[in-house]
Nanobody, 118 residues
Framework: QVQLVESGGGLVQDGGSLRLSCVGS????????MGWYRQAPGKQRELVAE???????NYADSVKGRFTISRDNGKNTIYLQMNSLKPEDTAVYCC????????????WGQGSQVAVSS
């Protein structure tokens, strides 16, 4: 059974930083592009950062220049370094493969809550 476990969230002030981690099974990380998604209250889930198997990265415009995604395949872990956080970054952050297909739809973990106060 595939499990993705996120950690590292918390409450920070406007302009603060957090680093999220996501640990999963080796098969998932070795064979897929991975990404960080977030869902704010009342909004749809959105992909904010992705990293390919080869390490190429891409970011949503809203986080470009502030967030950095990285992966350590040996540790079956991806990370999201979030700097210059803003109140609008407040959301539950989850990791999953990119894109999320029908099978990966069953991989969602509980996520990690990030709250940014103004």
């Amino acid at each position: 059974q595939v499990q993705l476990v996120e950690s590292g969230g918390g409450l920070v002030q406007d302009g603060g930083s957090l680093r999220l981690s996501c640990v999963g099974s080796g098969r998932i990380f070795r064979l897929n592009h991975m990404g960080w998604y977030r869902q704010a209250p009342g909004k749809q889930r959105e992909l904010v950062a992705e990293i390919t198997i080869g390490g190429f990265t891409n970011y949503a415009d809203s986080v470009k220049g502030r967030f950095t995604i990285s992966r350590d395949n040996g540790k079956n872990t991806i990370y999201l370094q979030m700097n210059s956080l803003k109140p609008e970054d407040t959301a539950v952050y989850c990791c999953n493969i990119v894109p999320v297909d029908l099978i990966a739809g069953g991989y969602w973990g509980q996520g990690s809550q990030v709250a940014v106060s103004s």
